[in-house]
């Protein structure tokens, strides 16, 4: 599930997701406020029918509304994805992340997702790229890359 506010006019074409997943497996569902947002992705993160519930935030949440929607996924063994700029996190997040796309002329999935923010303490950055053919993230350590590896790409 996807759930935005209505007055985000931008959606984005379900079948750009086909490469992972049924773009007809893709519910979406606009709300009035973030409020409304925030509720629909608890009951949404709570039923337990809705693996991944994804929310398109506009303002910042508190610590409480932070908990209630951690609570939820756990109760209905979901993931809820909180887009949020940056500096708009909340404490009750059990990680936070970054990701910003990499310039590779022959590879325009590449990307580089940072763990900026993890409870269990281990930070660390990764280089990952989307491979269509075995519908896998491919990360490749910075030793594994060098020229002369053992394990270096052909």
Do not use: H, Y
């Amino acid at each position: 599930m996807w759930v935005n506010e209505n007055w985000q006019v931008g959606q984005i074409n379900p079948a750009g997701f086909s490469s992972f997943i049924r773009p007809q497996d893709l519910l979406f569902a606009k709300a009035k406020s973030q409020t409304d947002v925030l509720a629909v992705a608890e009951e949404a993160l709570r039923s337990g029918a809705i693996p991944l519930v994804v929310m398109e935030l506009s303002a910042p949440i508190n610590l409480t509304t932070g908990r209630r929607l951690q609570l939820a996924a756990e109760a209905g063994q979901a993931t809820g994805l909180c887009i949020i700029q940056e500096n708009m996190g909340s404490n009750a997040a059990e990680s936070r992340w970054r990701c910003t796309p990499l310039f590779d002329v022959k590879d325009s999935t590449l990307q580089r997702w940072e763990l900026i923010k993890n409870k269990s303490g281990t930070l660390s950055v990764w280089d990952v790229k989307w491979d269509a053919e075995t519908r896998r993230i491919i990360v490749v350590s910075k030793n594994a890359q060098r020229a002369g590896s053992a394990r270096a790409p052909n």
